[in-house]
């Protein structure tokens, strides 16, 4: 049982570029979130998703976007990236949105310079 | 607003001795709570939680988490620390009149740097 898969584990990104961040749930979590994750500032909610076709914004969305086409698949994308952008990245699935825990992905670590 | 403060950057405990992670909340309504446990180059792994019911609450790895309504604290415990136990730890709140939409993400604290030296 995988659980919640990111790829990739690292990537370096130069000013502008973009990339797409994957995340793939076999639980059939129906919820669906991207987490930012820096140094002493705890976890920051990016973009979340209750269904397939479904996303909504979280805490920090600025310079990100987010599709949901299948149950199991949550892409972040990164568009024009910035140094601020620099962080690990988390996905995470839930089986629902009150009293069930989150299960995470192991991260994507993303330098931007 | 919502909102979890961890007051401690970092504890450290001996082997062997009791833990104790502090966890302060605020919701408008009545909360989860969660607390999670993050190993270097991991993801989050979940620990216990509470709902509602009994405030003393067991979860994995031998951990325990006494709510506290009055002073709105969920400390997380354990009786015997392990150098294993090393980790960061986080504590996170949902409003339980909120859920659905924005307003019932989990909202995450700091966390806390535990340090368990043999």
């Known amino acids: 049982n995988a659980g919640v898969t990111q790829t990739p584990k690292f990537r370096i990104l130069k000013i502008g570029q973009s990339m797409t961040l994957q995340c793939a749930q076999d639980?059939?979590?129906?919820?669906m979130y991207w987490y930012r994750q820096d140094p002493g500032m705890g976890l920051k909610l990016i973009y979340y998703?209750?269904?397939?076709?479904?996303?909504d914004k979280g805490e920090v969305p600025n310079g990100y976007n987010v599709s949901r086409s299948t149950t199991e698949d949550f892409p972040l994308r990164l568009e024009l990236a910035a140094p601020s952008q620099t962080s690990v990245y988390f996905c995470?699935?839930?089986?629902?949105?009150?009293?069930?825990?989150?299960?995470f992905g192991n991260g994507t670590r993303l330098t931007v310079t | 607003a919502q909102s979890v403060a961890q007051p401690e950057d970092q504890v450290n405990v001996a082997e062997g001795n009791p833990l104790t992670v502090k966890c302060t909340y605020s919701v408008s309504g009545n909360p989860y709570l969660f607390w999670y446990v993050q190993y270097p180059n991991r993801g989050l792994q979940f620990l216990l939680k509470?709902?509602?019911?009994?405030?003393l609450v067991k979860g994995s790895y031998g951990f325990e988490a006494e709510f506290n309504k009055s002073q709105t604290s969920f400390h997380l415990k354990k009786p015997s620390a392990l150098v294993s136990d090393s980790a960061l730890y986080f504590c996170a709140v949902r409003d339980m009149n909120h859920y659905g939409g924005s307003q019932g993400n989990l909202i995450f604290g700091k966390g806390t740097k535990l340090s368990v030296k043999p």
């Open positions: 639980m059939n979590h129906n919820y």
């Open positions: 995470a699935s839930s089986y629902s949105m009150t009293d069930s825990p989150l299960h």
């Open positions: 509470y709902i509602t019911g009994d405030n």
């Open positions: 998703s209750v269904g397939a076709g479904i996303t």
